[in-house]
């Protein structure tokens, strides 16, 4: 398995505190991806990075912001956490931006905005 | 939005027998990609097929696709009981970085 940690694995928060998710890498991989996996939607891309301090948005951005200080370390903040934003969240790793690549993923976070 | 759709939802079949799962999009595409997911875990990468590829196997996989009808099928040969989980097809897209549009998936039980 790519070695990739999500963190927290569960979270249980309220709507408006500020959220924190991780994920870090051991695989010195270039490009991280945050997706959220929704019923009924599959995955969507939140955010990417294609090395450090270099990050887009994606398909579904708003009310997320994502920093990368360091190549292994991929952080996804919700401001102020709403409860459209209860989901389970993906994050991906992928070597390089040349030709075809898989993406491979974390175990995902669960989390939950009361 | 949704770039890839699945046909069927769920499906349901014996052990040893075999396993279609369709996918279909709406963009010219880099490549597809397939994916499993079991219950509360992330996603394995099963296969990838370029555009101008027209067929690939790895293992008990099979993986076609037709960029004229914009259409991929996976087939699994001789299912298992471990094949029990849920597939998702993904369009790779590279601008910049390679972008992955997923489908909703299908969600396959082999019964013993």
């Known amino acids: 398995d790519a070695g990739i940690t999500q963190s927290p694995r569960h979270k249980v928060t309220e709507t408006g505190t500020p959220v924190t998710l991780r994920c870090h890498q051991t695989?010195?991989?270039?490009?991280m991806y945050w997706y959220r996996q929704d019923p009924g939607h599959g995955l969507r891309l939140i955010h990417y990075?294609?090395?450090?301090?270099?990050?887009d948005k994606g398909e579904v951005s708003d009310g997320y912001s994502v920093s990368r200080s360091k190549t292994e370390d991929f952080l996804l903040t919700l401001e102020s956490a709403t409860s459209s934003q209860t989901s389970v969240y993906f994050c991906?790793?992928?070597?390089?931006?040349?030709?075809?690549?898989?993406?491979?993923f974390g175990d995902g976070t669960r989390l939950s905005i009361l | 939005s949704q770039q890839g759709e699945e046909d069927p939802q769920a499906l349901s079949i014996q052990e040893g027998e075999n396993a279609t799962m369709n996918c279909s999009y709406k963009?010219?595409?880099?490549?597809l990609q397939w994916y499993r997911q079991n219950s509360g875990r992330g996603l394995v990468h099963l296969i990838l097929?370029?555009?101008?590829?027209r067929e690939k196997h790895s293992g008990r996989l099979r993986v076609t696709l037709d960029t004229s009808k914009k259409s991929s099928s996976l087939l699994i040969t001789a299912s298992r009981a471990a094949d029990t989980a849920s597939y998702f097809c993904?369009?790779?897209?590279?601008?910049?970085?390679?972008?992955?549009?997923f489908g909703q998936g299908t969600r396959l039980t082999i019964n013993p």
């Open positions: 991906a790793i992928s070597e390089s931006q040349t030709g075809d690549q898989p993406q491979h």
């Open positions: 695989e010195n991989h270039r490009y």
């Open positions: 990075s294609y090395g450090v301090k270099d990050t």
């Open positions: 963009t010219s595409i880099n490549n």
């Open positions: 097929i370029r555009s101008n590829e």
């Open positions: 993904a369009t790779g897209i590279i601008q910049g970085a390679q972008k992955l549009v």
